[in-house]
């Protein structure tokens, strides 16, 4: 039986949640004095980015930037939600497409429509929670998505998490003032464990409990660069321009051993990334394999970032046997 733990405390005086499966952490949140991903600001059109279709923007926490964006004047108002971490010395990565997230359900203006999430596969549920929302919510206007965790939820809680959440997007998008400000804070660490580990699991909310349960020593192994695997090893240093992932074997170097090695680290790759918050370009060098199993070793990769929650795209292969990968900085780092 799979043992699944919560722990909520805090580290280094911020707020932090960490979730632990059979005593392996699998996912780590700490709170930041930077702006996060899901604030929601009133921001003030800068000026655009000639040539890119962007904009940059003013806010009460300094600079964003708006990759898309079409036919904005400068100095007119624009709701704007924080869809990332900024790199150092950069404007704050922001978009006009407002996501309002909770535990079941995502509620997203301006895009009407109900959909479910494609992980509830069961047909006879995946139509009891259209009839749910339909019956007991006819009159609202947004866009609505039902999360995963929907799937054994009881009616009850899921209505009222949709109705919050429809609320809070009348309350955002009522407001008729016109000055910049800071609309809607994003979750904090404690919040996040509640909304996205939705699965059974014990939660240890008692202060000290990272360093009573060894939460602290599992953290600290995060501090090195080099991750050990069940066949080799590999190394993650993160220069300003990229992050580099190394693959080795150890001092066995016959082409299995290579094989294997790789595969243990597509396994276990997107795991270390999500727990360091390292996103941006990636530069992955595997140990020395064949043309033949390079397609192996694509698949189980692919195969390991899909089941990830943070949006990663496999760029390919370069042509001295790198892999490029593009990932999105939406978890904070912490060392």
Not at 69 to 82: E, F, I, N, P, T
Request: overall charge neutral; charged content about 30%.
């Amino acid at each position: 039986m799979v043992k699944r733990s919560i722990y909520l405390d805090h580290v280094q005086d911020q707020e932090a949640s960490a979730l632990v499966v059979d005593g392996v952490l699998q996912d780590f949140f700490i709170d930041t004095d930077i702006p996060t991903p899901g604030q929601i600001y009133r921001a003030t059109i800068d000026r655009p980015i000639k040539g890119q279709g962007g904009y940059f923007l003013k806010t009460p926490d300094g600079s964003a930037f708006l990759r898309k964006g079409k036919g904005l004047s400068q100095g007119s108002r624009l709701l704007v939600q924080v869809s990332g971490f900024a790199e150092r010395g950069k404007a704050i990565p922001v978009s006009s497409k407002i996501l309002l997230k909770s535990r079941y359900v995502i509620v997203t203006p301006g895009n009407p429509g109900l959909n479910i999430s494609r992980q509830i596969k069961n047909e006879e549920r995946r139509e009891e929670l259209i009839a749910l929302i339909r019956l007991n919510l006819k009159d609202f206007k947004e866009g609505m998505i039902l999360r995963s965790s929907c799937k054994n939820a009881a009616d009850k809680d899921i209505l009222d998490d949709a109705e919050e959440m429809l609320n809070l997007a009348s309350k955002i998008f009522s407001d008729d003032s016109s000055e910049e400000k800071l609309i809607l804070e994003s979750d904090k660490p404690h919040a996040l464990a509640w909304r996205e580990w939705s699965e059974d699991a014990v939660v240890f909310s008692e202060n000290g409990s990272f360093e009573i349960h060894g939460v602290l020593d599992l953290l600290e192994e995060l501090k090195s660069e080099r991750v050990e695997t069940s066949d080799g090893h590999f190394f993650i240093e993160t220069t300003r321009a990229c992050t580099t992932v190394d693959i080795n074997t150890g001092s066995d170097t016959n082409p299995a051993a290579a094989l294997k090695a790789n595969l243990a680290t597509a396994r276990d790759l997107p795991r270390q990334l999500r727990l360091r918050g390292i996103g941006g370009q990636i530069i992955l060098d595997p140990a020395p394999i064949s043309k033949k199993d390079r397609k192996i070793f694509d698949t189980s990769l692919r195969t390991a970032f899909r089941k990830d929650s943070v949006e990663t795209n496999i760029v390919g292969w370069t042509a001295m046997g790198l892999i490029e990968i593009q990932r999105a900085r939406v978890r904070s780092s912490w060392k």
